[in-house]
């Protein structure tokens, strides 16, 4: 016999039982569920029996349980005396685990057969468990009516709340409902439960487990009604945890009455954008202080959702990354000592292999500094940024940073990177985001888990420092607010937000990524399918929802300076490098560990005539000169420049007997090709009446009134003033463009025409 007790084999439902997924917030609060594979309504089983159910449920079942092995003589005894007297089956004289038994079986016939087979399980199941052991399983196998099993799925699915949290009145009608799972259902004699329920809440009374005010307030309470519908309040989310967890229990970090608030936020904004061909939005809200993720909405979906993928977890897809990466490579190149925040950027027409990028309003401001660039999310500076930190390099950062995302090589993204070239997922990024933000706050550097398994930050030394995450920050915070009053409404608050939109080539995508002091939120608009919508922008159509959130959120105090990561460098006020004693100078916080030392290239010391004319001492005595210190850019950038800085002053003319030593003397000619480039390859179309067309060059010189003369392969073209463009036809293969201005400075320009 104990051999049989020992070796016979449980009914495999003990092992290969199908729970349905639960996941909780971060106070135990359900978020959503989802069903078993056998369409039961099964959670998890908890770890113990609370008290009051465990009372309850001994109470009205099985008052010796811990007395008998399994089996109850008494029991039996006392149910064919009652069957006797009642001339049928009235009482079967089960024990609790004789009817786990029986419900591990699934509940076959109640013949005497059936019977002993039931009785010889549940000496097997008593020598294989503990009480408490059996006492759980039975309450997760317990029926609860229709297709509610088990204590878990009837405390969530009657009352929305945890086992252990049940009232006295809850516990005693969870421990009578599995005796008449039916009577639950409204209009099937809920009275006979009602009365069921008071009856074992007075008999608990009586044993001395309730006061008497307990009592009163117990039976008071009602019965529930039908099933509560559960939560829903992340169902992407459930879906994408659910592929890589094994667990159906799912504990997040997510605040259940943010993450209401914030998918209704998200409906809303939803709603009005699917007019404009607008029809997902994803939300993701991290406390950085915590490092948690407290709000995640993985997809709002208005219009069909087949079409426009409404089952998609878009806050964990790859999508176009469009301009939100600038200030991490803005951030990287402070702490590498490449640049400061002051520091010129050229912003004018560039081309490298045949990739043009252009600002959002195609306009050139011929140098502006980083901070303004990345603040007014300027394509061009952005991109030549990149390549003077290497393409590469940014490449492997990113990846270092937490995204799981670039999986070609540096150069199969290409410059193109720093512009929406690469995909990223929104977790991810407004994780990134969020380091940054606790970086700057001075936080330990630990890292930011997003929900779906991704750790930006996890290797030791590569996240941005604290310097250089506050400087990024502090440009962010220059951002204007998107929109009219007449666009949108009126954003009232306000609290400090440093925050960063990106739109992808194509309109497809809109991002909008920011922090205040407590709180990183990342949002997502677009179209699942790709489509694009022509009125799709990240200030425009991510920003508005990004801003609201951040209403809904509160005010945060905005971090002070990492003083002890900070350190100040004396700088020239007009172009941000260092000074070398000819500028005036202000003072610029770097980062600490930094290494910027790149003195100023664009101030020189010029001499000047009684008239105001360049000199030097082969044509002027040198006591007769006046010595000025002259701001001077190169001749493409100062063009450009000086359409945006009226007071830029160029530098002034060589006198006439002074030009033939200046030409020997000065090394870079004052005038320079805007377009096209040196090595350039361009193409010359051919007209409709078949002939070559024309390619317009466009150079600059330093002198507004300079007059330059063209030669294409030493034949001459003609002659520019003021502006200096000048229509090209040349046959395919290499030429070489001389430019020669009308103090004799020579410039030689070398590019290729394609052929068809």
């Not at 799709?536 to 005010?555: E, Q, Y």
Request: aromatic residues 8%.
């Amino acid at each position: 016999m104990l051999a049989a007790l020992q070796w016979w084999p449980l009914p495999e439902r003990l092992d290969n039982t199908p729970y349905a997924t639960l996941m909780l917030d971060r106070h135990g609060r359900l978020l959503d569920a989802r069903i078993a594979e056998d369409q039961q309504w099964r959670f998890v089983p908890v770890a113990q029996l609370p008290d009051k159910y465990e009372q309850a449920l001994l109470l009205f079942e099985d008052k010796r349980f811990y007395r008998h092995p399994g089996i109850d003589p008494l029991a039996i005894a006392r149910a064919m005396r009652l069957n006797l007297e009642a001339g049928r089956v009235v009482s079967g004289g089960s024990t609790l685990t004789m009817q786990l038994a029986r419900l591990l079986r699934d509940d076959p016939p109640r013949t005497l057969t059936e019977k002993a087979r039931e009785a010889l399980l549940a000496l097997q199941l008593e020598w294989h468990f503990s009480k408490p052991e059996i006492l759980v399983h039975y309450a997760s196998w317990a029926p609860f009516g229709g297709n509610i099993v088990g204590l878990r799925a009837a405390s969530w699915r009657y009352f929305g709340r945890e086992p252990g949290a049940l009232s006295w009145a809850e516990a005693a009608l969870l421990a009578v409902l599995p005796n008449s799972p039916s009577l639950i259902h409204p209009g099937r004699n809920r009275e006979r439960l009602l009365a069921k329920r008071n009856a074992l809440l007075q008999h608990l009374h009586r044993q001395g487990s309730m006061a008497d005010a307990d009592l009163r307030l117990a039976l008071m309470e009602p019965l529930p009604a039908a099933p509560r519908p559960l939560p829903g309040l992340a169902p992407h989310l459930l879906n994408t945890l659910s592929k890589t967890s094994t667990g159906r229990l799912l504990t997040t970090t997510l605040d259940a009455d943010l993450q209401r608030r914030v998918r209704e936020l998200a409906r809303q904004h939803g709603r009005r954008l699917a007019r404009d061909g607008v029809h997902n939005v994803a939300v993701v809200v991290i406390d950085h202080q915590q490092r948690q993720t407290r709000a995640y909405v993985g997809n709002v979906s208005h219009g069909d959702p087949a079409e426009y993928g409404a089952a998609v977890d878009i806050a964990s897809a790859p999508r176009s990354t469009g301009s939100v990466l600038k200030p991490l490579l803005y951030g990287l190149m402070l702490d590498d000592g490449r640049l400061l925040p002051g520091t010129l950027v050229p912003d004018l027409p560039t081309n490298y292999g045949g990739f043009s990028p252009e600002n959002f309003d195609h306009g050139y401001r011929g140098a502006v500094p980083a901070h303004q660039a990345l603040s007014q999310s300027l394509n061009i500076p952005a991109v030549r940024m990149l390549k003077d930190y290497g393409l590469g390099r940014f490449h492997s950062e990113l990846q270092r940073l937490g995204m799981t995302t670039l999986f070609r090589s540096a150069e199969d993204y290409g410059l193109t990177l720093i512009l929406g070239g690469a995909e990223g997922r929104l977790d991810e990024l407004t994780a990134i985001y969020a380091q940054m933000m606790a970086s700057a706050n001075g936080l330990a550097p630990e890292s930011v888990r997003t929900l779906t398994g991704a750790q930006p930050g996890a290797v030791p030394g590569v996240a941005i420092s604290p310097g250089a995450a506050w400087l990024t920050l502090q440009a962010l915070r220059e951002v204007a607010r998107p929109g009219t009053a007449q666009q949108w409404r009126l954003f009232t608050s306000s609290q400090p937000i440093a925050w960063k939109t990106g739109t992808s080539y194509g309109l497809r995508d809109a991002w909008a990524i920011g922090s205040n002091g407590q709180y990183t939120v990342g949002v997502w608009a677009g179209n699942g399918n790709g489509e694009p919508a022509p009125s799709l922008g990240g200030a425009v159509t991510a920003a508005p929802l990004m801003l609201d959130v951040f209403s809904l959120l509160g005010t945060a105090p905005w971090p002070q300076p990492p003083l002890g990561e900070l350190k100040t460098v004396q700088v020239c006020a007009d172009d941000g490098y260092l000074a070398g004693g000819r500028c005036e100078t202000v003072d610029q916080w770097a980062p600490r560990q930094s290494h910027f030392q790149t003195v100023t290239p664009h101030h020189i010391r010029v001499h000047l005539d009684a008239n105001g004319q360049r000199v030097h001492s082969q044509c002027e005595s040198v006591s007769q000169m006046q010595h000025r210190d002259w701001f001077v850019l190169p001749p493409a950038q100062a063009w450009f420049y000086r359409r945006h800085h009226p007071g830029y002053r160029p530098l002034p003319a060589w006198r006439a007997d002074c030009v033939a030593g200046a030409r020997a003397m000065q090394s870079e000619p004052p005038m320079a090709l805007v377009y096209p480039h040196a090595g350039t390859a361009i193409y010359i179309p051919v007209e409709l009446n078949g002939r070559l067309g024309r390619a317009v060059f466009r150079a600059v010189h330093q002198r507004s009134q300079a007059e330059l003369f063209w030669h294409l392969d030493d034949r001459f073209l003609g002659k520019t003033r003021h502006f200096h463009e000048q229509a090209i036809i040349a046959e395919p293969g290499w030429h070489t463009l001389t430019l020669v201005d009308d103090q004799g400075f020579r410039l030689r320009h070398r590019f290729k025409v394609l052929g068809k």
